[in-house]
């Protein structure tokens, strides 16, 4: 299972918040590059960039940060954030971004988004599939629908989506433990590769979800906190 590391950018700064709500921004770092470094250097491979500013503005805001993380390490980085236009896309790939994950626009617009599955191919796009309540939710967060989050992914997938990265809202920023039993369930989509997201906060839980079959998980605030520390999840790598 892939381990990937968690950066969320305001302002230029490294943040996290807890279930999405701005009001509870903190910041960990005022250079994101060197926290990327710091990943690097422990052997990490993968970075999970989102552009909250970006997210919230339905712009993007910090392409520039993604082009000197690319430029000045080996990371592979997947970028989120106010993604809304094709252009959007070839800035972020020119910007040194190997992947990039749109969640409103497959909620918006579906034709945009298979346009763009089938223009850069199913390795480069990732389903962005965030619930609460199993409800669909986008835009930031502050938007939601009566979309089911399961049948929104196996939809997605029988139409070419090999990647969906799916949070469960109540747990962001809680550390209170993945959403075991809603990834069971999606797993059981054939041919799914599901990237977990939100709650983790020991060696325990990553290993629990590579054992029921993730394809990736995305570590962040159990990190800045020191709940978990780079050297310990290196050897899970």
């Known amino acids: 299972m892939r381990i990937i590391i968690a950066l ?22 005022t250079n994101p590059l060197d926290v ?21 503005e339905k712009k993007i805001v ?19 954030g106010g993604i809304r236009t094709t252009d959007d ?7 040194g971004a190997d992947q990039v994950t749109s969640g409103s626009i497959s909620v918006t617009n579906e034709t945009l988004f298979m346009q763009w599955l089938d223009m850069f191919g199913p390795e480069k796009i990732i389903l962005g599939a965030d619930s609460h309540d199993r409800r669909v939710h986008y835009g930031a967060w502050m938007d939601n629908n009566e979309i089911d989050i399961f049948k929104f992914i196996s939809g997605y997938k029988a139409r070419g989506v090999k990647y969906a990265l799916c949070t469960d809202i109540e747990k962001d920023g809680m550390l209170s433990g993945p959403s075991f039993d809603l990834y069971r369930e999606i797993l059981e989509i054939p041919g799914i590769s599901l990237i977990a997201s939100g709650g983790i906060s020991t060696v325990g839980d990553v290993e629990k979800l590579s054992e029921i079959g993730c394809e990736g998980a995305v570590i ?11 050297k310990d999840l290196s050897r899970l790598c």
């Open 62 to 80: 910090n392409h520039r940060i993604l082009k000197e993380i690319s430029s000045n390490t080996s990371l592979k980085i997947d970028f989120g």
């Open 36 to 56: 990327a470094r710091q990943a690097e250097d422990h052997g990490f491979k993968y970075l999970h960039m989102v552009d909250l500013d970006g997210a919230r």
């Open 89 to 95: 896309l070839r800035l972020l790939f020119d910007s």
């Open 220 to 230: 962040g605030k159990a990190l800045y906190e020191g709940l978990l520390n780079l």
């Open 8 to 29: 969320d950018i305001i302002d230029g700064k490294c943040v996290r918040l807890t279930k999405g709500d701005y009001s509870t921004t903190r910041i960990y770092s």
